[in-house]
């Protein structure tokens, strides 16, 4: 059988070494063919030591000769920027995976899938903002998405082939997200008040990213795959709960119209999502020992989330229902305050500040091209750091925008 070839963006994140992990358990079936990485030159070059792309894309010109000379005389095509991530997106790979953090991952997504690639998608923030965009793409070109965050994998799992996306609406009551609820899930709110960089990023069951772990800290996480799970699967908000589940065993599920729930459980480790966004419609033996023992799990528990605690989460579902460019408005300054909170330049409750503030004062259109979502995510980003001065804080800080 041929191997199908793969392109890992985001290679040297959790999610990206993780798929290295799963694509060299299975070299019978697939072949590296292109990486991308932000800034981790060092880790990089190791990953092209072992995996031997064709392809290989950094964020910046200086990081490509960095990466050069940590090589030295490199047979492979290094490629940088926007323009890099887009073009090993649609090299001659069967499989792209995203797991790119931020909005950054919009424009290689919509290379991949109009060159009719497969994606396995992490990269959440893309169909927050830009979820018309890509399910046009989709009906016009070949691609697929397939989810790759766990969430959504499992609700993939659940709805299985009998039902077609875009008549879902019909045969469904609601999809229930799952959250482990974070490091804070326990604490009172005026203990999240004082909440440290070092207490945000101590996520009880899931290693992952920091920003990723900071937006699990204020649910923000499950508020985007709020958003994510209605492009993806092609409902409405009114649809869609969020359950805290502290075990992380149930990772989503689907209750339909007739009164039946289908859950997808299993362990709290994300190299079963990926074998599954990699080999769909097939399964494959697993080669690591992650089997779930539900006997020793115990008991499986599920709370109601507290919007007074965490109302980064009852931001989310309010732009779910706002629609128009709210929810890049939400992305993009979400992104720019868990950038500053995690230089510890802001506290942690003013995240949830400077998301309200900018959306407060946000004029909504509706975006019809790729070119207006971007203006609005640079124009968002700035102003987002602009309030900063207005909540009260002490530092005016200069981010940069895409």
Not at 53 to 64: G, M, N, T, Y
Not at 67 to 72: D, G, P, T
Not at 113 to 129: D, M, P, W
Not at 184 to 194: A, E, G, H, L, Y
Request: hydrophobic share 45%; net charge neutral.
């Amino acid at each position: 059988m041929k191997r199908k070839k793969v392109t890992v963006l985001g290679s040297t994140g959790s999610i990206g070494r993780q798929t290295l992990d799963v694509l060299s358990a299975f070299k019978d079936d697939f072949e590296v063919i292109g990486l991308a990485a932000g800034k981790n030159a060092p880790l990089l070059a190791e990953q092209i030591q072992e995996h031997n792309p064709r392809f290989v894309s950094v964020k910046d010109a200086f990081l490509a000769q960095e990466l050069k000379s940590i090589l030295k005389n490199p047979v492979i095509e290094i490629f940088w920027g926007d323009i890099g991530l887009e073009f090993i997106s649609s090299c001659s790979c069967d499989i792209v995976v995203n797991s790119l953090v931020g909005a950054i991952g919009l424009k290689p997504t919509i290379s991949a899938l109009s060159h009719g690639k497969r994606v396995a998608f992490a990269n959440k923030e893309t169909l927050v903002i830009a979820g018309s965009l890509i399910k046009d793409l989709l009906v016009k070109n070949k691609g697929e998405i397939i989810p790759l965050d766990s969430e959504h994998v499992a609700i993939h799992q659940c709805l299985g082939r009998d039902v077609p996306v875009g008549r879902l609406h019909e045969k469904i009551r609601r999809i229930i997200l799952t959250a482990s609820g974070g490091p804070f899930r326990s604490w009172t709110k005026s203990q999240i008040q004082n909440a440290k960089k070092e207490d945000a990023l101590k996520h009880p069951t899931w290693v992952m990213g920091q920003k990723i772990t900071v937006d699990s800290a204020t649910l923000m996480n499950k508020g985007l795959e709020i958003i994510e799970a209605m492009a993806l699967f092609d409902i409405g908000v009114n649809q869609i709960d969020v359950f805290i589940h502290p075990q992380s065993i149930m990772h989503s599920a689907v209750e339909f119209i007739d009164g039946n729930i289908i859950a997808q459980l299993g362990a709290t480790d994300m190299k079963l999502p990926i074998q599954y966004s990699l080999f769909y419609p097939e399964r494959k033996e697993l080669p690591f020992n992650l089997f779930c023992d539900l006997l020793s799990v115990g008991k499986l528990e599920f709370e109601k989330p507290d919007f007074e605690r965490f109302p980064c989460l009852k931001l989310a579902y309010d732009v779910a229902k706002k629609g128009q460019s709210y929810p890049i408005v939400l992305n993009a300054a979400n992104e720019v305050a868990v950038d500053l909170f995690l230089k510890e330049q802001i506290s942690f409750v003013d995240i949830e500040k400077i998301i309200s503030r900018t959306l407060e004062n946000h004029n909504p259109i509706t975006p019809k091209s790729l070119e207006e979502i971007l203006d609005i995510d640079r124009e968002i980003r700035i102003r987002a750091n602009e309030f900063v001065k207005s909540i009260g804080t002490q530092f005016i800080v200069s981010i940069a925008t895409n």
